[in-house]
């Protein structure tokens, strides 16, 4: 049986994780698995929620940022408390495919699963998406698909790996850092992207952009 831990950074959800946790349950049966949940400073009523679930469900705990760090530090943070063997990392807006734990079940080998969505209800980050994923391989000199999709990581090889991202860099970075290794073997696999139940985003404006060029200027000159 497969080990899983999935790590889910929360930041004011209170719209969308009580469900989004229900349905990701239904798929992990099967697989001995740890939800850890952060809440990330909110200022809504997703912190009872998680209260809520961690009393109802005995493999889902709660881990409380005393600031808002942000979905990129709240994982640096706390990647250090995952216990299993692999790890996938999900927003807690349920902005995810599930059938990607169907995928997961039947792994059979050392590929590191990494999706991509082949159909975007969101029509103006497609063109920002792709943008991205032709600066990132023109710069570093790749050729993937995507990378802001989910991966299922090897636990102990991303531990190996000190991140220092504070933006949505933060996946390219894993990948960059995991593709050092010979056997790094990634598989993309196409997903649709559905829609949450309350979708807000806020991962596009000026601010986010600007964080990003920066982390990709740092990490391309070593200046962290």
């Not at 216990?83 to 792994?107: A, H, S």
């Not at 943008?131 to 790749?142: E, R, S």
Request: charged share 30%; aromatic share 16%.
């Amino acid at each position: 049986m497969k080990s899983l831990s999935i790590l889910i950074p929360a930041f004011n959800e209170e719209n969308n994780l009580d469900n989004f946790i229900r349905k990701l349950l239904k798929k992990l049966n099967n697989i001995d698995y740890e939800i850890l949940i952060i809440n990330d400073s909110s200022t809504d009523n997703t912190e009872s929620i998680i209260n809520f679930l961690t009393k109802k469900y005995k493999n889902i705990k709660k881990i409380n940022n005393k600031k808002n760090f942000g979905f990129a530090k709240s994982i640096q943070k706390n990647i250090y408390k995952v216990k299993k063997k692999y790890l996938v990392v999900l927003p807690g807006d349920g902005e995810t495919n599930l059938r990607i734990f169907d995928y997961f079940k039947k792994k059979k080998n050392n590929n590191t699963l990494l999706f991509y969505w082949k159909k975007d209800f969101r029509k103006y980050r497609v063109y920002i998406s792709k943008i991205y994923t032709l600066l990132i391989n023109f710069i570093f000199n790749k050729d993937y698909i995507y990378y802001n999709g989910p991966v299922f990581y090897q636990t102990r090889e991303l531990k190996k790996i000190k991140l220092k991202s504070s933006s949505n860099f933060f996946f390219a970075e894993t990948i960059l850092e995991l593709s050092k290794n010979k056997k790094f073997n990634p598989k993309f696999i196409p997903v649709e992207l559905p829609r949450p139940a309350f979708y807000k985003s806020g991962a596009i404006n000026i601010y986010n952009i600007v964080l990003i060029l920066f982390d990709i200027f740092c990490y391309k000159l070593k200046k962290y």
